[in-house]
């Protein structure tokens, strides 16, 4: 059974500074992973996916990178925000399924 | 577009009563999920649907739950009796096949 997992589960940081939030997997024959946005009280939004063949996606300030093999994925965000405040989810589906298994997230709070 | 729309956004409801929860998802997404958020158990996977038709309701806990998309465009979600172990957010989800998933914004659920 796949799961997902991110440490850690906050992070408070000032405003500026450049980010990794980790994401693992226990197992490696996934067919896409998904760094998702939550804020509170709202649904989530896809950030970025990665397919299983590709090592990397950026957009904007953002950049996620996979590695299968490891069971990895690092979501990286470049001169952090107080608007970057929410909480990160990444999800992974398994091949021959759309079915996305979803980490618990990571509450991130940049203070200005 | 709209985006995924679901109805209501909160819902009070005592112990026994019927709850209905309601979804359109995006125009022309061929795949639909139901997802409930907790604290304690993150987001869990209820149902999904593949043109209408439900491909892995594995995650739906007992029978008291059942989900039914009867055109490609509608989707319901439907707890009877409810318990007040069933508060949660639930979340109705739409994609194309490996595809970035959009979420609606929730339907905040309160058995008392």
Redo the contacts between chains.
Sequence with gaps: KQEVTQIPAALSVPEGENLVLNCSFTDSAIYNLQWFRQDPGKGLTSLLLIQSSQREQTSGRLNASLDKSSGRSTLYIAASQPGDSATYLCAVTQGGSEKLVFGKGMKLTVNP | DAG?IQSPRHEVTEMGQEVTLRCKPISGHD?L?WYRQTMMR??E?LI?F?NNVP??DSGMPEDRFSAKMPNASFSTLKIQPSEPRDSAVY?C?S?H??????????TRLTVT
């Design positions: 995924v795949y999920f993150g987001l996977l999904y593949n491909i892995d979340f989800a994609s096949r490996n595809s970035p998933l959009h979420f609606g914004n929730g």
